[in-house]
């Protein structure tokens, strides 16, 4: 990034900041799991006909978890469980949107597709969910 300043008197201060790139750390889920806040900021990718549960850790201020299916119409759905009650967000899918509302869980179901994604954050007390599907019930909130 530069930045040019013009001050009165004429003077030109230039500051160069030159992009630093950041990848993101990713890891493969294919089967239950339980993840901890050391996980946060990774990229999951759900894959396996094991399906399962992914248990969340409680939610913390600043934590940031992102799930990505990573095959097509997976055998047995994958469970993403946030904790009763702490999920709030929506769901964006081909008929419109739902809400999280209060639901436990985020489930990626059987007719879910590659790519489909839960991208989850928290603020110490709930988890909050941006999900998308291009599939009417692919992903559910129970």
């Not at 900021?41 to 934590?63: I, K, Q, Y």
């Not at 008929?95 to 603020?123: I, M, P, W, Y």
């Not at 909050?128 to 992903?139: E, K, W």
């Amino acid at each position: 990034m530069a930045v040019t300043n013009v001050d009165t008197t004429h003077t030109v201060s230039n500051i160069s900041n030159p992009p630093t790139r950041i990848a993101l750390e990713t890891n493969t889920i294919s089967a239950s799991a339980t993840l901890t806040a050391a996980d946060s900021g990774e990229v999951f990718f759900l894959s396996g006909d094991a399906g399962g549960t992914v248990t969340m850790p409680a939610p913390f201020a600043g934590g940031r978890l992102k799930f990505v299916l990573a095959e097509d119409t997976p055998a047995v759905a994958f469970t993403i469980d946030c904790g009763s009650g702490l999920l709030e967000g929506n769901l964006q899918n081909a008929s419109g949107h739902s809400r999280a509302n209060g639901a436990q869980n985020v489930v990626f179901e059987t007719t879910a597709v590659k790519g489909d994604f839960a991208d989850l954050c928290s603020d110490g007390t709930s988890w909050y969910v941006a999900a998308t599907t291009a599939i009417s019930g692919a992903i559910t909130f129970s």
